[in-house]
């Protein structure tokens, strides 16, 4: 490979090299402790690899790859029931259940790799390529297809850089965007944040609040979330099935592990009624921005208390309170966190079918099988 640049796969943290963590000292989803929960309770559908990237004998970057095996799921997402919804799933299940990622499927954000050092988007590009072609030869050689190779999730100017090379023979696909919240130093507190909404989202927060009066709100230590472990997955699992489309589903030790193995780094909050769990958000914290994780909730309550809209306006109240610079809130839900402040960012990913037939179909196919996306921005401050 040129510039001297080679890679190792590893399939076990405890392989990784010493300096690891040096390398992906900036993204904590790409950092050993991370990883060790990945690997300690991984969806059953998947199966994690890791890849060290050297020059000459140097490690100088890290990157994370996700097998799934779809034929493992339990159920693709059962809100939307309509025509495109059985046909996708029938294509899934038939032609692409064999799902290779070079990225993070668990999360939104670029995530997938980091260098230690200015690395051309030309190296970038041939080493993702490569990899994903020792990957799938793996596969291959223990008698598994790998169907789609999927390289996700990509800022613009990335997605930009990478299609001046070998990716620009790769089929780009844009999804939802990723709701963030840019968070103004000015604000300093809480009230600053309230203060700046115009009446009508004033308005709503006042009313959500209400809403929400009764309801116990407390960080969970590990000794809680252990004990609470069922009722959590319940929560977890309830929202998760209800989702428009879905490839894993998290095993039942999730958030206990991540606890575990990422300490204060890792926070549970549960929203407790008549002293029953009937719902959490989690949070983790990767330098000066705050990523929103996993949540769930009893349906019947988040309908009377506003529940999901007061977690997100919990989480950016420790976002403010904490000094974080942004809030990564991910997709899904796009005009209710908009209401809040987050606004949406375009991101991109690359996708290809390892049958050359169906592979030219890809730009004809799938935009067919994505969900249709009608939602209005809002834009709560003054």
Known sequence: MANNFSFQIYAATADLPESWDEVAVDNIFLQNHYLQVLESSAPTNMQCFY?????????????????????KLESFGE????????VRNFIFKNL?????FLGNNMITGQNGYAFSKTVDFKSISDLLLDCARSITTYFKEKGIKIHIVSFKDFY???????????????????TQPNMIFELPESWQNHEAYIGA?????????????????????RELSFEEITTYEERIYELYHHVAKNAPFNTFFLAKNHFSV????????FRLTGYFWE??????????????????????????????????LNMLYNMTQFGIENQFKKIIFGRTALEIKSSIGAEPVMMSGFIYHTNAWVNRLLPKVFPKLEPTLTWQQRHPFK
């Open 96 to 100: 692409a259940s064999h799902v290779l």
């Open 156 to 174: 613009q100017h990335c997605s930009d850089e990478l299609k001046n090379y070998g990716f620009k023979a790769v089929y780009e696909f844009k």
């Open 275 to 308: 002293e029953k769990l009937i719902g959490f958000h989690s949070l983790l914290l990767n330098g000066d921005v705050l990523e929103t994780y996993f949540l769930g909730y009893d349906d019947q309550i988040q309908k009377e208390k506003m529940l999901y």
């Open 79 to 86: 809100r939307d029931k309509c025509m495109k919804t059985y």
């Open 51 to 71: 890849i060290g990237i050297f020059e000459d004998s140097d490690l100088i970057g890290v990157a994370l790859s996700q097998y799934l095996d779809l034929n």
């Open 197 to 217: 909404f115009s009446k009508k989202y004033r308005d709503q927060y006042k009313r959500a609040h209400k809403k929400a009066d009764g309801i116990a709100i």
């Open 258 to 265: 991540f606890k575990k193995h990422c300490g204060d780094r």
